[in-house]
């Protein structure tokens, strides 16, 4: 990603037809391996019930339930056809929408998840803003601070907080803000979704870690851009610092800034399961950790593959933007 | 291990770290019985002098249980990074040893499974397993394979290429003896380190798992198992969940501390102090200013820390309409002169001058503003990299038209249309259409013009001009100058200009200043340059030019020996070691720059 290569690859693009076809050949991969992956992830999701010991219907029901009620379950899940039948009817179901039914509440699972993901989508999507918010000018006010190794007190206080910041993981975030603003100070709800104040500490607990990796990120791309070529004209020009770093430096570091944001995207649904359990969120997360608990196998196999569903989509918008954004990655990626 | 403990951070991961293994050792002896010890009496308390962190629904010490829970948290870890280094290690090093399609086949598993997060996976198999410290662990210890596949997997391609890996090959050893033998040994270091960094986000996730209730359950506990018990009661009493909390922060906290150290130790490399010492810099009586001088400087140095000074002493002075040629080798200072005089040498460079006059202004002596805007209007550079020298990011015209903008006021259409007027006056086609453009649109040659319509953008006295053709091809080269020189003509502006390339400099200036080692050595009108030097060290780069007569079956003719480095330069004539005329005073006594001749100085004792 460095400067020149980037160039290089834009010099190919003026170039035109090969790079065109090189383009055209990293995005029809990338969509062969999402496929690909996504089947497997399906494939993974049906085998994750036959791959429980023993049998998953007696394991949530309970050894004492009745042996028709259990027949009557295994022919309503259709465990008693061949194996080969019940993964074609799963997946000609999970592509028509229809995920099974929970074992405890009687609801279809696709209900389940229509109801919950876009809690969890506003989760995970409003604190890569905010975190994208707080990290970008952080890292660009520590990157101009010490340019050419000036400053080493503060790029020690930097590094060091943004280490401890990053080690820190989100769900140790939400009880500490928990235990603080919402029990001690009373400042924010200590749980649950509806007023704007529910959402501040469940996407703060979730930003602040992602924040302090995308400022280190960003304050390296400040210190490169920094020592450009283009930098030492703008300085020859005698414009004004903030025009330099806002219009000339700022646009060059958003590249790989976005970038790692959107990979970091993938680790914060992750991490959104644990900040929904601490906040008693409303989302996917809270019900996987219900449904695993439970044994509520439906439920947790379609969450699941929802979940898996979500981060290989990230990964292959990240991957091809990235590919789009910067020629060179596209073509010399094999 | 030093070095480890020489910075705050890596001093506080080490020692976290090395306490969490004396808990991991020393908690259950010394702890265990407490931990386990039944009090009906007390249960469910909050903090008390006898219990400060509480007690549980058995009345049992919350705090004794966290120094017990120590134990069991870094065994499933190490257990869990065992797992994903063993699994990773074997997956990533197998491409460079399978045949083809079964390297690809195993290459892109790891690339799907490696954005993948561990979480997730610790959930599937959670739900396979069922609830229990061994799905969290299996589920763990393979999401962390991909990472540590894909590291093996660089480093293996890299030492699978290399020679003595292909001659095992060709003696017929096989594959997996290949792996063991001679891949594997040469690539554990940059693993090990991956180690540290991975057992710390094992712990982490494992007490993510035990929190959520999904991974250790009772009667064994974890600092994530406690977590998880203390957090139902956090409302009554928070100590009893921050308690396990920061242990667990503090374990994460030591790990990721020490595994950015050990990075950082690993790829530090060492420099060499230099304590050469500050140079003593005659100060010459300064003269008169010459008010009709566009640009003049007097006794110019610049100072790094250590005493490094690649610039020394230096004086020039340009009339107006000048071209004036500023020839050295790299390394001599030449660039470095042309960033002092633009007020550009970068931190923590220091710049000391005699006296820094720029269209009759003393820039000391102006005020901030006022030096701005000199600057920014009557000065105008070009370096060497037009590829690098225009904003990627940003069109061409309002890379332009910005300088009019901050520095004159103008509106934005006044400033782009200045901006197009002044791309059509370096000859560039279409200056409307190119000024929409984006840099990486653009030719290296035109990139080079837009850089100098950048400078007219202003009402440039003077026009710096450093390399600005070294990077261009022969053709764009040629036409580059006879821009330079039409503009210097055109608008009275004068330019230095800057090249290692004694023959475009011969070409292009009037007059032409030799720097070596930090210092002008010779100046001379362009006409004597071939037959008049009398500098030895301009003599042998004019001597060095092949021209037409030059006998080709003989070796091109070139200076012996190298420049010496800033830090290296003695007292006496810097050039001495490398000169055929060099005498005892020349490595002993400095000459000075003396006039000789009409128009023309030396620095040299030999010269005569």
């Given at each position: 990603m460095?400067?020149?290569?980037?160039?290089?690859?834009?010099?190919?693009?003026?170039?035109g037809?090969?790079?065109?076809?090189?383009r055209?050949?990293?995005?029809?991969?990338?969509?062969?391996?999402?496929?690909?992956?996504?089947?497997?992830?399906l494939?993974?999701?049906?085998?994750?019930i036959?791959?429980?010991?023993?049998?998953?219907?007696?394991?949530?029901?309970?050894?004492?339930?009745?042996?028709?009620?259990?027949?009557?379950?295994?022919?309503?899940l259709?465990?008693?056809q061949?194996?080969?039948?019940?993964?074609?009817?799963?997946?000609?179901?999970?592509?028509?929408?229809?995920?099974?039914?929970?074992?405890?509440?009687?609801?279809?699972?696709g209900?389940?998840?229509?109801?919950?993901?876009?809690?969890t989508?506003?989760l995970?999507?409003?604190?890569?803003v905010?975190a994208l918010?707080?990290?970008?000018?952080?890292?660009?006010?520590?990157?101009?601070?010490?340019?050419?190794?000036?400053n080493r007190?503060?790029?020690?206080?930097f590094?060091?907080?943004?280490?401890?910041?990053?080690a820190?993981?989100?769900?140790l975030?939400?009880?500490v803000?928990?235990?603080?603003?919402a029990?001690?100070l009373g400042?924010f709800?200590?749980a649950?979704k509806?007023?704007?104040?529910?959402?501040?500490l469940?996407?703060?607990?979730l930003?602040?870690?992602?924040?302090a990796?995308i400022?280190r990120i960003s304050?390296?791309?400040?210190l490169?851009?920094?020592?450009?070529?283009?930098?030492?004209?703008?300085r020859?020009?005698?414009?004004?610092?903030?025009?330099i770093?806002?219009?000339?430096?700022?646009?060059?570091?958003?590249t790989?800034?976005l970038?790692?944001g959107?990979?970091?995207l993938?680790?914060?649904?992750?991490?959104?399961v644990?900040v929904e359990?601490?906040?008693?969120?409303p989302?996917?997360?809270?019900?996987?950790?219900?449904?695993?608990t439970?044994?509520?196998?439906?439920v947790?196999?379609g969450?699941?593959?929802v979940y898996g569903?979500?981060?290989?989509v990230?990964?292959?918008?990240?991957?091809?933007?990235?590919?789009?954004?910067?020629?060179?990655s596209?073509?010399?990626?094999? | 291990?030093?070095q480890?403990?020489?910075?705050?951070?890596?001093?506080?991961g080490?020692?976290?770290?090395?306490?969490?293994?004396?808990v991991a050792?020393?908690?259950?002896?010394?702890?265990?019985?407490?931990?386990?010890?039944?009090?009906p009496?007390?249960?469910?308390?909050?903090a008390?002098?006898?219990h400060p962190?509480g007690?549980?629904?058995l009345g049992?010490d919350i705090?004794?249980?966290v120094?017990v829970a120590?134990?069991?948290?870094?065994?499933?870890a190490?257990?869990?990074?065992?797992?994903?280094?063993?699994v990773?290690?074997?997956?990533?090093?197998l491409?460079?040893?399978?045949?083809?399609?079964?390297?690809?086949?195993v290459t892109g598993?790891?690339?799907?499974?490696?954005?993948?997060?561990?979480?997730?996976?610790?959930?599937?198999?959670?739900?396979v397993?069922?609830?229990g410290?061994?799905?969290?662990?299996?589920?763990i210890?393979?999401?962390?394979?991909?990472?540590f596949?894909?590291?093996?997997q660089?480093?293996?391609a890299?030492v699978?290429?290399?020679?003595?890996v292909s001659?095992?090959r060709?003696?017929?050893?096989?594959?997996?003896?290949?792996?063991?033998?001679?891949?594997?040994p040469?690539?554990?270091?940059?693993?090990?380190?991956?180690?540290?960094?991975a057992l710390g986000?094992?712990?982490?996730?494992?007490?993510g798992m035990?929190?959520?209730?999904?991974?250790?359950q009772?009667?064994?506990f974890?600092?994530?198992r406690?977590?998880?018990?203390?957090?139902?009661?956090?409302?009554d009493?928070?100590?009893?969940?921050l308690?396990?909390a920061v242990?667990v922060?503090?374990?994460?906290?030591?790990?990721?501390?020490?595994?950015?150290?050990?990075?950082?130790?690993?790829?530090r490399?060492?420099t060499?102090?230099?304590?050469?010492?500050?140079?003593?810099?005659a100060?010459?009586?300064?003269?008169?200013?010459d008010?009709?001088?566009?640009?003049?400087?007097?006794d110019?140095?610049?100072?790094?820390?250590g005493?490094?000074?690649?610039?020394?002493?230096?004086?020039?002075?340009?009339?107006?309409g000048?071209?004036?040629?500023?020839?050295?080798?790299s390394?001599?200072?030449?660039?470095?002169?042309?960033?002092?005089?633009?007020?550009?040498?970068p931190?923590?460079g220091?710049?000391?001058?005699g006296?820094?006059?720029?269209c009759g202004?003393?820039?000391?002596e102006?005020?901030?503003?006022?030096?701005?805007?000199?600057?920014?209007?009557?000065?105008?550079m070009v370096?060497?990299?037009p590829?690098?020298?225009?904003n990627?990011a940003?069109?061409?015209?309002?890379?332009?038209a910005?300088?009019?903008?901050?520095?004159?006021?103008?509106?934005?259409?006044?400033?782009?249309?200045?901006?197009?007027?002044?791309?059509?006056?370096?000859?560039?086609?279409e200056?409307?259409?190119?000024?929409?453009?984006?840099?990486?649109?653009?030719?290296?040659?035109?990139?080079?013009?837009v850089?100098?319509?950048?400078?007219?953008?202003?009402t440039p006295?003077?026009?710096?001009?450093?390399?600005?053709?070294?990077?261009?091809d022969?053709?764009?080269?040629?036409?580059?100058?006879?821009?330079?020189?039409?503009?210097t003509a055109?608008t009275?502006?004068a330019?230095?200009?800057?090249?290692h390339?004694?023959?475009?400099?011969?070409?292009?200036?009037?007059?032409v200043?030799?720097?070596y080692?930090g210092?002008?050595?010779e100046e001379?009108?362009?006409?004597q340059?071939?037959?008049g030097?009398a500098?030895?060290?301009?003599?042998a780069?004019?001597?060095?030019?092949?021209?037409?007569?030059?006998d080709?079956?003989q070796?091109?003719?070139?200076?012996?020996?190298?420049?010496?480095?800033?830090?290296e330069?003695?007292?006496g004539?810097?050039f001495?070691?490398?000169c055929?005329?060099?005498?005892?005073?020349?490595?002993?006594?400095?000459?000075?720059?003396?006039?000789?001749?009409?128009a023309?100085?030396?620095?040299?004792?030999?010269?005569?």
């Open positions: 460095a400067g020149i290569p980037r160039l290089q690859g834009r010099r190919l693009l003026a170039g037809v090969s790079l065109a076809r090189a055209s050949a990293f995005l029809l991969r990338h969509l062969v391996r999402f496929v690909i992956s996504l089947a497997v992830l494939v993974a999701s049906f085998a994750m036959h791959l429980i010991p023993g049998d998953p219907v007696r394991a949530s029901l309970g050894q004492a339930a009745p042996i028709e009620l259990i027949e009557a379950r295994r022919a309503a259709g465990l008693d061949p194996i080969l039948t019940q993964l074609g009817t799963y997946v000609r179901n999970v592509l028509s929408g229809d995920f099974g039914t929970s074992f405890l509440s009687g609801e279809p699972v209900d389940v998840i229509s109801a919950r993901l876009p809690n989508l506003a995970a999507l409003l604190a890569t905010v918010l707080i990290a970008v000018p952080l890292g660009m006010w520590a990157g101009v601070r010490t340019e050419n190794g000036r007190g503060t790029e020690a206080t590094t060091s907080a943004t280490g401890t910041a990053i820190v993981p989100e769900f975030y939400a009880i803000l928990v235990a603080v603003f029990i001690g400042w709800p200590p649950g509806g007023a704007p104040a529910t959402y501040v469940p996407i703060l607990s930003a602040i870690a992602p924040a990796m400022a304050r390296v791309e400040t490169r851009e920094l020592g450009s070529d283009y930098v030492r004209l703008a020859a020009k005698r414009l004004p610092a903030a025009r770093y806002i219009r000339h430096v700022l646009p060059n570091t958003l790989a800034t970038t790692i959107g990979l970091l993938t680790g914060l649904i992750a991490g959104s644990l359990y601490v906040f008693a969120w989302g996917l997360g809270l019900r996987i950790v219900e449904s695993i439970q044994k509520d196998y439906p947790a196999q969450v699941i593959l569903a979500i981060v290989l990230v990964n292959l918008l990240v991957d091809v933007l990235l590919g789009v954004l910067d020629p060179t596209a073509v010399k990626e094999t | 291990m030093r480890l403990l020489r910075t705050p951070a890596g001093l506080a080490t020692i976290l770290v090395a306490l969490m293994v004396v050792i020393i908690g259950p002896p010394i702890w265990g019985v407490e931990a386990e010890r039944i009090n009496s007390v249960i469910l308390q909050g008390s002098d006898a962190l007690t549980d629904n049992r705090l004794a249980r120094m120590g134990r069991l948290s870094l065994l499933l190490l257990l869990t990074t065992l797992i994903g280094a063993v990773g290690t074997v997956l990533g090093a491409p460079s040893v399978l045949p083809r399609r079964g390297a690809r086949l598993t790891v690339n799907a499974l490696v954005a993948f997060p561990g979480l997730l996976l610790a959930m599937f198999t959670a739900v397993t069922g609830l410290a061994k799905g969290a662990v299996l589920g210890g393979v999401a962390i394979a991909p990472s596949a894909r590291l093996t660089t480093l293996a890299s699978a290429g290399a020679d003595y001659a095992a060709m003696l017929g050893v096989p594959r997996m003896r290949v792996m063991t033998r001679h891949v594997l040469n690539i554990a270091e940059p693993l090990i380190l991956n180690l540290t960094q986000s094992a712990l982490l996730a494992l007490a035990s929190f959520l209730g999904l991974g250790v009772p009667p064994s974890d600092w994530g406690l977590l998880f018990e203390g957090f139902n009661r956090i409302y009493s928070p100590a009893v969940a308690g396990p242990a922060a503090l374990a994460g906290i030591g790990f990721n501390l020490l595994g950015d150290a050990l990075a950082r130790a690993a790829a490399t060492t060499p102090a230099k304590t050469a010492p500050a140079p003593v810099v100060r010459q009586e300064i003269e008169e200013p008010p009709e001088a566009v640009l003049e400087v007097r110019l140095t610049v100072t790094f820390p005493g490094v000074t690649p610039v020394r002493g230096l004086s020039l002075t340009v009339a107006p000048e071209i004036v040629g500023l020839v050295g080798e390394g001599s200072g030449k660039s470095l002169t042309a960033s002092a005089i633009g007020g550009l040498v931190y923590p220091e710049v000391t001058t006296r820094l006059r720029l202004a003393d820039l000391d102006l005020a901030e503003h006022e030096r701005r805007k000199l600057l920014g209007t009557s000065l105008a370096f060497q990299d590829m690098a020298s225009l990627p940003l069109r061409v015209g309002g890379q332009l910005e300088v009019a903008t901050v520095h004159q006021g103008a509106s934005r259409e006044k400033a782009w249309d200045r901006a197009v007027d002044r791309l059509d006056h370096v000859h560039i086609p200056p409307a259409r190119r000024a929409r453009q984006h840099p990486h649109e653009l030719s290296g040659g035109m990139r080079q013009r850089v100098i319509a950048m400078g007219l953008m202003g006295r003077l026009i710096i001009a450093d390399e600005p053709t070294t990077a261009l022969v053709t764009v080269q040629r036409q580059i100058l006879r821009l330079l020189r039409q503009v055109e009275g502006a330019t230095l200009f800057i090249s390339d004694i023959a475009v400099v011969g070409e292009l200036c009037h007059r200043v030799v720097m080692a210092r002008v050595v001379l009108p362009v006409d340059l071939v037959a030097a500098h030895p060290y301009t003599r780069l004019v001597a060095s030019l092949p021209d037409m007569d030059t080709r079956s070796p091109l003719a070139s200076i012996p020996g190298r420049q010496p480095a800033p830090a330069v003695g007292a004539c810097a001495a070691s490398r055929e005329l060099a005498t005892d005073r020349c490595s002993t006594e400095l000459p000075p720059l003396i006039p000789y001749g009409k023309h100085q030396v620095a040299c004792w030999e010269a005569q």
